[in-house]
């Protein structure tokens, strides 16, 4: 079954610095991955996805991520932290074959961004 | 254009009352998802709809659990017999199709005391 992981439940930066948040996933075949952010007391929005024929993928938010096969990776990236990043974020995973519909997600990290 | 909307926003209940939650989708949008959230559990998904095909139920935790959507539009999720470890965030999502961005609402806070 595909999943994916996400390393570190909180990831901690000064504004400004860079933000990496991890996102490794177990699939044979080309997965469809997406990021997706969740500010307290709301529901879950789109960051970006990953699309076939490129290995870079912009979001909205300054948030970028790139797709690694070699690495089974799609981490996420923002160069400059801002204090409104500070939420969770998700990395999931849409299934294949019968569950073609379902999305799976990772545990999430809790970004916390300082002055 | 409107977004996913889902109602209650709060509802909290007894141990052993039955609960309903509303989703309304985006309008044109086929496919509908339920999805809970739990501290133990994380973002799980329960079950999805699409068009007029039957439902994948698949996530569903026991049989307490059911969920209907009218008209192609509208579903409710029912929570029978409520127990405390129902406790969640139960959100609601929906795409142009089943291999279309799901875009997601604010979600139904349950508190079962």
């Known amino acids: 079954a595909q999943s994916v992981t996400q390393l570190g439940s909180h990831v901690s930066v000064s504004e400004g610095a860079l933000v990496l948040l991890r996102c490794n996933y177990s699939?044979?075949?080309?997965?469809?991955l997406f990021w997706y952010v969740q500010y307290p007391n709301q529901g879950l929005q789109l960051l970006l996805k990953y699309t076939s024929a490129a290995t870079l993928f912009k979001g909205i938010n300054g948030f970028e991520a790139e797709f690694k096969k070699s690495e089974t990776s799609f981490h996420l990236t923002k160069p400059s932290a801002h204090m409104s990043d500070a939420a969770e974020y998700f990395c999931?995973?849409?299934?294949?074959?019968?569950?073609?519909?379902?999305?799976?997600f990772g545990q999430g990290t809790i970004l916390t961004v300082h002055p | 254009g409107a977004g996913v909307s889902q109602s209650p926003s709060n509802k909290v209940t007894e141990k052993g009352k039955d609960v309903e939650l509303r989703c309304d989708p985006i309008?044109?949008?086929?496919?509908l998802y339920w999805y809970r959230q739990s501290l133990g559990q994380g973002l799980e998904f329960l079950i999805y709809f699409q068009g007029n095909s039957a439902p994948d139920k698949s996530g569903l935790p026991s049989d307490r659990f059911s969920a209907e959507r009218t008209g192609g539009s509208v579903s409710t999720l029912t929570i029978q017999r409520t127990q405390q470890e129902d406790s969640a965030v139960y959100l609601c999502?929906?795409?142009?199709?089943?291999?279309?961005?799901?875009?997601f609402g604010p979600g139904t806070r349950l508190l079962v005391l």
């Open positions: 699939s044979s075949v080309p997965p469809y």
């Open positions: 309008s044109g949008h086929t496919a």
């Open positions: 999502a929906s795409s142009r199709g089943l291999q279309e961005t799901q875009y």
């Open positions: 999931a995973v849409r299934l294949g074959g019968t569950s073609y519909g379902k999305l799976t």
